[in-house]
């Protein structure tokens, strides 16, 4: 494989300069913005609309392309044209910048004829990308959401975040498609067309993966035969701190078939997951895990295909330009399947006719770390004599494939995947270098984790396919286990009135698409208003107090909790205050089952007082042998979360507006907000000089059909940056000075230790320090000189919307030549439409 480097120079070459492009016959899906239902033809000429759109709602951070790719190739050299910031590769967890993914692709590869084609969006080696999107808008995503706080929110959108695009097989151009030196042909296209649909969830069980749903169609004139699809990933897993070392060498890929069920136990659960992770999860020096160590994977797992009785295969290899070191594992061959010479290595599939091959071998490759164990008996080949440097990690990837279909011209297939991040796979640090042995993996290999990738791949099935749920209304719901339920009963075992209940345990939907789960209230849009040391925190309740649950059909809204944190991880995040309405559950008795039952949902106070008398206090019946008897009928009670309601505390979570009508559709703020629905909660006494990550999250009681807790939106979805400084209104009203600091700064100050700079530990010391400007207007120009007049760095301010970070600036202490600064003493110049001020700072190195 080529160095990360080469990666790069190589990324730029196909993508940056991209020329005219010749297309074949090519027409795209339906333009969903215009809702066309027919198929159009795309342009004859024109350079394809490639871009990025990155999934950034949940806890993994992914690039997907509207050309069959996912990732971007190398870290952060392609920018969210959503934020305009740069896009990770694969981040988990979410502000980690912790990279799971060089790049993934879309294969397809059939029998024409007499031919062997496959089309690849990227495949690894020689740079061959064969997937393209049309020229002009058309060629660009359409993006949606479900949540009605979005600006993307349409009613027909599947998840929190939809991307949809579609690409074609169809460019037949060198200078796009690039070739592999052993065909030596130009590209000859199967004429496929690809409608792709990514999705993403913020809930907490949904957080994990993205699921991707491909319409395939074949446009051309003539059958394919024997058609298989495939997904490629090169993953590349290391922490970004390390990208310029050998993070990518040590790469390790498998498969997990099964799991073993949560409820019931006893069971297995089917999963078909292919995985790459790190070698030993990078600890520290001293065997431990930090911010910088890998210790998750990611993985692979078919959701849906035409016809569930297909043929899968899983091959991995090592791509290297060294022949003895380009392998993978390979059957021996039979009568039936020769052995296929792939003409370098045992590994790289170059070339149609030897990924198709790979694409149809039907193989399950062992893992990784069993490449220095003889597996012949079993009919593969023997491991070469330097197979212990691939056993122990090394730059490999692999290819889940699937079919073979036979696509009649006009004929489309529908193909579900997910793409799954897991927690926790290295559990210890110093595993790897107590118990790997190459020759005997076992021992490490049992202390290794899948289990989180695992449950988040079974959570993609179910929110593809909800189990339970007779989607089609033809009388099928999916698949159950019968288990008995002891759970809740009055007695104990040697109870002789007892009586036992067999419960349905549903785990598999009925095969009919369902694309939805369980959703928390839509997160309110967060506001967030600097001062001196403090930031007040706005939000707007209305979407949230009434959406309704579409399981349940309920308003299941239960409170809200503001966090606040220095880094944007889920993790680092502090729950800083909680308001919950005042509710419980009711547990009443069944004397004829001879067991407790809770109530569909919590009762308010006023509806307890409805049924148990004015003044009733619940608390004083919180358990079972405190039961009070009602109609002949035994009830306890039990508060639902903390029940803090009191919205009358200016130091909690309180009201803007007590006195606003909440049935008076026309009181309003400015804003068109409604008054009744707006709250803020103060956060005091903070340094002024680090940013804050603030959040606001709405959370409901969860769902008694489907025995689901509480769900709460993500601190992702609604996290605002903020400095606790005067906001750029009140500088500009104000007049305010502008201020620096640290002045002077001091190379052995320790800011980086306390948080100052370098706070996502990515780059060198010296390229991460900062000296920050505050009390800026919206729009100025910053110039620092050197003592002698001189240039050193120009910086334009411009922030002309305002916001929570508007009156901020920074200088990483490089000059405009790229140049780290020296010591010394500096003049500082801020120039904008209120005047000029002039001040000067010391850098102590």
């Known amino acids: 494989m080529t160095t990360g480097i080469w990666k790069f120079v190589a990324v730029l070459a196909v993508l940056l ?3 005219e492009a010749t297309l074949f016959g090519a027409a795209l899906f339906d333009n969903e913005a215009t809702g066309i239902n027919d198929f159009h033809k795309i342009e004859a000429d024109g350079v394809p609309n490639w871009g990025i759109e990155l999934h950034k709602i949940n806890n993994l ?5 509207n050309g069959g790719t996912f990732g971007t190739g190398v870290a952060n050299s392609y920018l969210d044209p959503e934020t305009g910031l740069p896009a990770p590769s694969c981040e988990f967890p979410a502000g980690s910048d912790i990279s799971y993914l060089f790049l993934g692709a879309f294969w397809a590869g059939a029998i024409v004829g007499r031919d062997t084609l496959v089309s690849t969006g990227f495949d690894g080696n020689y740079w061959v990308r064969e997937f393209w999107p049309d020229a002009g808008p058309g060629g660009g995503f359409i993006r949606r959401s479900n949540m009605p706080t979005s600006l993307e929110y349409t009613l027909d959108a599947v998840s929190e975040q939809d991307f949809i695009c579609s690409f074609t097989d169809t460019i037949t151009d060198l200078g796009l498609t690039g070739t592999s030196p052993r065909d030596n042909r130009l590209h000859i296209p199967l004429g496929l067309e690809v409608k792709q649909r990514t999705y993403s969830w913020s809930y907490d069980y949904a957080e994990d993966f993205i699921l991707f749903d491909y319409t395939i169609r074949n446009m051309n004139r003539f059958p394919l035969k024997q058609t298989y699809f495939g ?8 922490h970004e701190s390390n990208s310029g070392g050998s993070g990518w060498r040590d790469d390790i890929i498998g ?17 078909r997951i292919s995985w790459a992770a790190d070698n030993d999860g990078d600890p520290n020096v001293r065997g431990g895990f930090d911010f910088s160590s890998a210790t998750g994977l990611t993985g692979t797992a078919v959701l849906r295909t035409p016809n569930p009785d297909l043929k899968y295969s899983f091959n991995w290899w090592v791509a290297n330009g060294n022949p003895s070191l380009d392998w993978g594992p390979r059957k021996a061959g039979t009568e039936e399947k020769p052995f296929r010479d792939f003409g370098t290595g045992m590994g790289s599939p170059n070339g149609d006719r030897n990924k198709y091959y790979i694409m149809s071998s039907d193989e399950f490759d062992y893992d990784q770390l069993e490449s220095v164990v003889d597996h012949s008996e079993d009919g593969w080949l023997r491991p070469p004599t330097n197979a212990d440097f691939i056993a122990e990690g090394f730059d490999a990837r692999y290819l889940l494939s699937f079919g073979p279909f036979d696509l009649n011209p006009g004929d489309t297939l529908p193909i579900t995947l997910a793409y799954v991040a897991g927690e926790d796979f290295h559990v210890t640090g110093t595993d ?26 079974i959570w993609a099935h179910w929110i593809f396919d909800n189990p339970g749920v007779d989607t089609d209304g033809d009388g099928d719901s999916g698949s159950y286990r019968l288990v008995i339920d002891t759970t809740g009963f009055y007695g104990g075992d040697d109870d002789p009135q007892a009586q036992v209940d067999t419960v349905r345990v549903w785990y598999k939907g009925d095969g009919v698409p369902d694309f939805r789960g369980a959703a928390p209230p839509p997160a309110p849009i967060v506001r967030v208003i600097p001062d001196f040391g403090r930031l007040r925190v706005h939000w707007n309740g209305k979407i949230s107090e009434n959406s309704v649950d579409i399981f349940s059909g309920l308003n299941d809204f239960e409170g809200y909790r503001v966090y606040f944190g220095e880094d944007n991880r889920l993790s680092d995040y502090v729950r800083l205050i909680t308001y919950d309405w005042d509710n419980y559950n009711v547990y009443s008795f069944d004397s004829r089952m001879r067991r407790w039952n809770i109530s569909d949902v919590p009762l308010s106070r006023d509806s307890i007082d409805v049924l148990f008398g004015a003044d009733f206090d619940p608390e004083l019946y919180t358990k079972p042998e405190e ?5 002949g009928i035994a009830y306890y009670f039990e508060a639902q979360g903390w029940n803090k309601d009191d919205l009358s505390d200016s130091r909690g979570i309180h009201r803007l507006y007590p006195n606003a009508d909440p049935n008076d559709p026309y009181d309003t703020t400015e804003d068109g907000n409604h008054r009744y629905y707006e709250y803020e909660y103060i956060i005091e006494n903070l340094q002024p000089s680090k940013p804050y990550y603030v959040a606001v999250t709405a959370f409901d009681y969860g769902s008694r059909r489907i025995s689901l807790s509480s769900l709460e939106s993500s601190p992702n979805i609604n996290a605002v940056l903020a400095y606790p400084l005067p906001e750029t209104e009140a500088v500009e009203a104000q007049g305010l000075n502008v201020g620096v600091y640290p002045n002077p700064y001091r190379i052995d100050g320790g800011y980086a230790s306390a948080g100052y700079e370098n706070r996502d530990r990515t780059k060198s010391a010296e390229r991460s ?10 729009i100025c120009t910053i110039r620092i000189f050197s003592i002698d007049g001189d240039l050193i760095k120009e910086i334009k301010h411009y922030q002309p919307e305002g916001g929570p970070t508007a009156q901020h600036e920074r200088w990483h202490l490089i000059s405009r030549n790229t140049q780290a600064v020296v010591t010394g003493i500096y003049l500082w110049h801020v120039k904008s439409e209120m005047g000029e001020q002039l001040g000067k700072l010391v850098i102590i190195k």
């Open 627 to 631: 039961s009070i008897f009602k109609n």
């Open 61 to 65: 951070l992914l690039a997907v392309s």
């Open 17 to 19: 300069f991209l020329p």
């Open 432 to 457: 790897f270098e107590t118990y790997w042995d190459p020759l005997y993996p076992d021992d490490y290999q049992r202390r290794l984790d899948a289990t989180d990738l695992g449950r988040n791949a």
């Open 769 to 778: 320090r900062s000296i920050h400007f505050y009390n800026l207007p919206n």
């Open 231 to 238: 997904i490629y990933v090169d993953a590349d897993v290391f």
């Open 255 to 271: 498969y997990v078939n099964d799991i073993p069920s949560v409820y019931p136990p006893g069971y297995r659960d089917t999963v």
